[in-house]
């Protein structure tokens, strides 16, 4: 390992830095497409597609509207995605003439990738065929990144505008979000990625001689591998920049064909990060204030470098339970020291610990190593990341949508200490906003306390248990936060492959993406009704390092207070319990 990855600091900084540098001028890209030039719609791919479609781009609809149809339009995308499951074993590009998905397992695909969650319980190289890969994930995984950008789009509108009834449309705001943001990053990060390494075709799997027998050859010996192929760089690129981080490989980014050097890690680590950051501009220049923008980029860099270096911490430490093995854990030019368990060695403890922050911070769920091997607090960190409610960076559009209801939770806050009726962006916050923010960020910790008390309540649930006690309490809790909030990722260690996650999991991912949605467009409505008022002397700045703080607060402390019996029983309960046994 070089001495630049083992720096966490080096790591980290180099991440912001990529980021700090693309944010303004993608976000100011993205503006254009989104909000800006209305000259766009003469693209003539684009306009090609409306009139295929039979849709009107200068039609103008109302919150109502734009959520009835958005709810429509993903409803029949994970339709599609489980019909093409259930029937693949008849459809072209199959070469290993995979069967179909059983209908639970297919349910919760479906639900997953609509979702823009990622969640999986099958293991992609054997359960999916080529049509299915590329035409139904890849496909999601575009259109549900779509969604939460265009759902953004109708909440800066309503900050930007004054007394309006109508917020855009959402056909198209979808197609511009996929045509003119998704699209272009995605075949520009599948060029890097293919240049790095990563596979690309739709061969079949192929047949690897062992290199070195074993002498005396055992009677179970195998010659040969089976090396799975496939179209692995186009699902691999968009599943990280839209948030929907499937793999195409059980492993996901641990496999050498999807993640082969450190610098294709590094370049997975920004996709997931580069659009949401970037958003944060786009904010700031759709409601004139810039400087709005980059404090909640602040916010979310501050918490991300912080848990960042958390999670790293704690895998660098050395286990207690080897010391009396006299196991030499130390770092040294020819070992990295710390945990290692469940790490590629070609990425090592740094790169490991901060992919697993960058993923659960950045909604994706795309991970290059097993959390399940991670330390108790180490393992804590991308679960508290997630149970924050996927607001530091989050997916494309969601991540900022929920960062923004809760700076309006925190205004409403602070104007509560000082005798102030609440106003955000010059727009009065009252009590059905409040009523909205408070259903959002409450949506995902009922479903997330409600499915892990049932799973440990029923004999479905423990089944699917590998290692009972706290950790086993760990995998359910980070299970469903990682499905009611979207992200994906999983602590690997849980038999989740069954009708009972299978069906609890995909309820908690369908409501915890969609009552969310529903409820920031009607924010937005209301919000677009009123008038924006300009700026006094008494009027609470929101882009200064005071509120920053403040925001933050909330986050920690709303996130903290949630879950924190649950983390105590789970995480924090299994890093006593060895602290106990190694004394």
């Known amino acids: 390992m070089t001495p630049f990855a083992n720096s966490a600091y080096g790591q980290i900084g180099l991440c912001v830095a990529a980021l700090l540098l693309t944010a303004k001028p993608l976000g100011a890209y993205i503006y254009r497409i989104m909000l800006g030039d209305p000259a766009i719609s003469r693209f003539l791919v684009e306009r090609w597609i409306y009139r295929a479609c039979g849709i009107n781009e200068r039609a103008q609809m109302n919150w109502r509207t734009y959520a009835i149809g958005l ?18 074993i008849w459809l072209p590009l199959n070469p290993a003439a995979l069967p179909s998905v059983g209908s639970d397992g297919a349910f919760n695909t479906a639900v997953s990738f609509a979702s823009n969650t990622s969640w999986q319980s099958y293991a992609g190289e054997s359960t999916l065929s080529y049509l299915t890969q590329m035409l139904g994930i890849t496909s999601q995984s575009f259109l549900s990144a779509a969604s939460g950008i265009a759902v953004l789009t109708v909440l800066l509108r309503a900050f930007a505008c004054s007394c309006s009834s109508t917020l855009g449309n959402v056909w198209v705001d979808l197609t511009r979000a996929t045509l003119h943001v998704l699209l272009p990053l995605a075949a520009v990060l599948a060029l890097l990625l293919t240049a790095q390494g990563v596979i690309q075709n739709l061969s079949p799997s192929r ?12 009677a179970t010996s195998v010659s040969s591998q089976r090396l799975p192929m496939g179209p692995v760089a186009s699902q691999t690129s968009i599943a990280l920049l839209g948030g929907d981080g499937g793999g195409y490989f059980n492993v996901n980014s641990a496999h050498p ?61 050395m286990d207690g339970a080897l010391a009396h093995l006299q196991v030499d854990q130390s770092a040294t030019p020819m070992q990295p020291g710390g945990n290692m368990e469940g790490k590629e060695t070609r990425f090592g403890i740094v790169s490991s610990a901060l992919f697993a922050a960058v993923t659960t911070a950045g909604g994706d769920g ?18 508290v990341l997630m149970q924050l409610g996927e607001v530091i960076f989050g997916s494309p559009g969601s991540g900022l949508y929920g960062m923004l209801l809760f700076a309006i939770m925190a205004v409403f806050v602070a104007a509560l200490m000082v005798g102030r009726s609440p106003e955000y962006l ?28 049932l799973a440990v309540l029923l004999p479905a649930g423990r089944e699917g248990i590998s290692n009972p006690g706290p950790h086993g309490l760990s995998q359910v809790l980070y299970a469903f936060s990682s499905a009611a909030n979207n992200n994906g990722s999983a602590f690997a260690g849980l038999a989740a492959n069954t009708p009972f996650y299978n069906i609890t999991l995909g309820v908690a991912m369908w409501f915890g993406r969609f009552v969310p949605i529903a409820a920031v467009l009607a924010v937005a409505g209301s919000l677009s009704a009123k008038t924006r008022r300009p700026a006094v002397a008494g009027t609470l700045r929101t882009d200064g390092v005071p509120f920053i703080g403040l925001l933050i607060a909330c986050i920690v402390i709303i996130g903290a207070l949630t879950h924190l019996p649950a983390i105590a029983l789970g995480p924090l309960a299994e890093e006593l319990q060895m602290r106990g046994d190694n004394h």
């Open 426 to 453: 010059g727009k009065k916050i009252e009590a059905f906003e409040m009523k909205m923010v408070s259903l959002t960020i409450l949506a995902a910790p009922t479903l997330v306390l409600i499915g892990t008390a």
């Open 257 to 317: 064909y999807a993640n082969p050097t450190p610098v294709s890690n590094f370049f997975e680590m920004i996709a997931i990060l580069i659009i949401p950051s970037a958003l944060c501009y786009t904010f700031g220049r759709a409601v004139g204030a810039p400087r709005q923008g980059w404090a909640l980029w602040a916010a979310m860099a501050a918490i991300l470098v912080a848990m960042s270096l958390a999670t790293i911490n704690a895998e660098q430490q």
């Open 366 to 383: 795309a991970v290059n190593s097993m959390h399940d091997s991670f330390t108790p607090l180490g393992g804590l960190a991308p679960m």
């Open 207 to 218: 047949s690897a001689e062992q290199i070195e027998a074993a002498t005396p050859a055992p």
């Open 71 to 88: 709810l429509l339009f993903n409803a029949l995308g994970a339709l599609a995605l489980y019909v093409l499951q259930r029937v693949q």
